[in-house]
Every structure is written in C-alpha cells, then in structure tokens.
C-alpha cells in the first residue's frame, strides 16, 4: 500500500514538553507543532504527523510555551536605560526624562532605540508588546523589522501643548496607519491617553468618543502613585477609577498600567467593566510607587496581564523576571506561599495578556488554528535539571538566558539564541553611539 503524500508545511517544532496553556492547561510530552502561513495547523504525535517542513526545529529537552505578552512598554525608551536611576516618579519624569525627550526624540533615534527593545524583547521570551509612544510608524517599522508582534499606541498628552489641535485630529493616525500597514500581520494600532494627570477631561473624553467610535482599545497608566490618586481626588473630586468612569473610559476596552493605588471599590467597579491590569512590579519596587493590591484584583476577577513598562524604570525587558518577582513578593505580602502558583502565574503572562489585549481568539495558546507565536526554552544546562514540574521551572528557575527559540507569526525569528532577522552586533553599537549624543543633551539641560 503506498503512503498518502505528506502535505509541504512551513515549520515543524518536534519534541519537549508542551505547556499549551489552552482551557484545561494540557501539557503534551513529545508532539509535533505544525505550522503553515503563520498558524499553528496541528498538535500531534510524531507517528501521525503526516507533514514535510521546510524547516524543523529539534525542542526536545526543550519547553514550548506561547510566547509571553508584554501589554505595557515604552519601546523607544531603550536608550534611557540606567540614565536617572533612584529617583521618585515625577523627579524622574520632569526632570530627566520628559526634557530629554523634549530636546531629543526625532525620528532616527526613536527607530533605533525601538529596533533596539523590539530585539531585546524577542531574545526575552516575548512574541507580541503593547506599546506607548510617540511616532508610531517608526516604532512599526523597527518591531516589523525585528519580526515582533506589536499593538502600537500613540501617546496623547496635553501637556506637550497643542492640546486643542490634538484633540482634534485624535485617532487619525490611528486609523491611517491600520490602513497603512494592513498587509503587515505583525502591527496594529490604538490609542494611548498617558494619565490622568497627563490628559485634560477633554482630551480623555474626546479619547472614549474616538474609541468607542472605531472599536479602538485604549491603553493609560492609572493610579501609579499615591500622588496621583491625592492629585485626583483634589481636581475632581474622585478617586481615579470614579473619574475614569466619570469620563466615559471605563466603559470601553482598555488596558490600565500599574493600578497600584486603586481600592477595593474601584477595584469592583473595574471587574464590572472591559478592563484589565497590566501588574508592572519591576518598575513599581523601583520607582518606590508601592506594590498593587494583586489579591484584590484575583478576587473580584479583573483580568490581569504582565509587562515590564519601559526600560528606564525597569531596567530590563524581561517578563520572566516579572513573573518570579511578582510571585514571591505577593506570597510574602499576603504571607501565603500557595498564594499565586506557577501555572496560574504564567497564564497571566500569556492567556490573560491576550485577553488585555482583546486577542484571545488569536494567541495566548498553543492551540490548532491559532498564530503561531511560541516561546521555547532550553533545559540542557545545570541548573535546569532535574525537571518535576515545567511550570516551577519556567517561573523560578529559568531566565531568558534559557530561551533558545522565538517564533512569531509561524516564522523563527530567534534560533540558538541568534535573531534571524537583525544583526546584533550593528545595534549594540548603535546604542554605544548613541550614549555619547544623548550625554551631551543631557550636559546641556
Ligand atoms: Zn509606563
């Protein structure tokens, strides 16, 4: 009897332990992962894959998970790494890093740094950022380059003046750009009111008229610091949530950084709205803006997500950190050491940050019919072994120093640790460049 003809698919990933985090959390030893056009189009055994790929990767002795959602960044921050380090949050903002953007920020080195993080978030685990920033074609440009997944906001903040001017063209370039980039399945876009004290009522208002008009998902840092919630309660009247809600935002899709400060009655008032956290631990234990009431959020059940904000108040882009310090330390606030397991931690980096995002349909899993953005990391090293539970190891043992593989959109965009599309070597040098420019600004404030 002749064997039915193997069908040509693109990539095969063969072997290891699938954490597929689909809804009953299977964990698949030894499969096969095809895919083809982006998708994944089959889990299986080895036997009854009936497929020829042009590419096969070998992930034996290899976890393979979705790759992480990171749903806050400030990619173009990258070149601010380590530059004001041990201040407060708006020391930090009004004295270094909004001046310095101020005399800075141009189109190249917004391009540059952005090339920069969006290659530094692949080598970490990360397949798809949620981003907010200025210029966002270049920050498309730079993620469309590294091959990584990108929902793009543009910052909206009155207090870079023309306000009335901006108001008025609010979500344009959004929608322009959705039509720009629309053969790109990699980018999309949205928009990004920063704050409350960074946006007038009118502009947040003119936000949610915009989002709700378009089906845009909004994206704003909220409550980060005490101050803020003070500030609030002082100019509106409200505590920061109430306000939100005040404005017509918290009716709509959205994406909240921080939420450090919120209470529990905000906390409710969320879970009865389209709104999820993005839990930022790093940046907050850093800044010295506090430590967000996690336990709360878990009961009341807003959707919750990772990400590590911007470098310069981080410094680093990497979730896997994130998720092991965000474990321990609320086992210790809420001293409970079942508090927050593994599994349940990492679904919030992958399911949960699809969900943030409004792309559950699409990723979050390894799933048949969904895209084909998939992590893996390697357990061929000393302190990887021996392996009991793979969700232990991916939270408290394994770094991104253990990510081997990256594959977005069906394509390997990270190989043996080397980006397939960029050469690393050309951006640690630009950054190395840039160093001297931005000192010599800083020199000059
Ligand atoms: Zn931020």
């Not at 108040?313 to 965000?326: C, H, I, Q, V, Y």
């Amino acid at each position: 009897m002749k064997d039915k003809p193997r069908k040509e698919i693109d990539l095969i990933l063969r072997g290891g332990t699938v954490l597929t985090m689909d809804p009953d959390m299977q964990v698949l030893e030894n499969q096969v992962i095809a895919i083809q056009d982006g998708r994944i189009i089959d889990i299986c055994a080895p036997e009854e894959a009936n497929y020829r790929a042009t590419k096969v990767l070998n992930t034996s002795d290899c976890i393979v998970m979705p790759g992480l959602i990171n749903t806050h960044t400030h990619l173009p921050m990258t070149f601010f790494r380590g530059l004001a380090d041990d201040l407060p949050l708006q020391k930090w903002l009004n004295g270094y890093i909004w001046p310095l953007e101020a005399k800075l920020l141009n189109r190249e080195v917004i391009s540059q740094a952005a090339l920069h993080g969006a290659c530094e978030m692949i080598k970490n685990g990360i397949t798809q950022i949620h981003d907010m920033y200025f210029d966002m074609p270049a920050v498309a440009k730079s993620c469309s380059q590294a091959g990584l997944r990108a929902l793009i906001g543009e910052a909206v903040l009155d207090l870079r003046g023309n306000s009335e001017e901006v108001r008025a063209t609010l979500g344009n370039k959004v929608l322009e750009l959705r039509q720009r980039f629309a053969d790109d399945p990699l980018l999309d876009f949205n928009l990004a009111p920063h704050s409350i004290y960074g946006c007038s009522e009118k502009t947040l208002k003119k936000c949610a008229e915009v989002a709700e008009k378009h089906g845009i998902l909004l994206h704003m840092h909220i409550s980060e610091t005490q101050n803020e919630v003070d500030d609030c309660l002082k100019e509106h009247g409200v505590k920061p949530v109430f306000y939100l809600q005040k404005v017509g935002i918290l009716a709509l899709p959205a994406l909240y950084a921080h939420g450090v400060w919120t209470d529990a009655e905000e906390i409710a008032l969320m879970a009865k709205n389209p709104a999820s956290i993005a839990i930022c631990s790093d940046s907050n234990l850093k800044l010295a803006s506090g430590i967000l009431p996690l336990a709360e959020y878990l009961k009341q059940g807003v959707n919750l997500s990772f990400a590590t904000d911007g470098v310069a108040s981080n410094n680093n882009l990497d979730l896997l950190a994130e998720m092991d310090l965000t474990a321990k330390l609320h086992k210790a606030v809420n001293s409970d050491p079942a508090f927050l397991p593994a599994a349940e931690t990492l679904k919030i980096a992958t399911v949960g940050g699809a969900r943030a995002l409004g792309v559950s349909e699409k990723r979050g899993s390894l799933e048949i019919g969904k895209d084909a953005d998939i992590c893996v990391l390697d357990l061929n090293a000393l302190e990887c072994q021996p392996v009991y539970n793979p969700y232990s190891h991916v939270i408290y043992s394994l770094g991104s120093r253990h990510v081997r593989d990256v594959v977005i959109n069906g394509e390997v965009v990270l190989e043996n640790q080397v980006l397939t599309r960029v050469d690393e070597d050309g951006i640690i040098e630009a950054a190395q460049a840039w160093k001297s420019h931005i000192l010599k600004e800083l020199d000059l404030l």
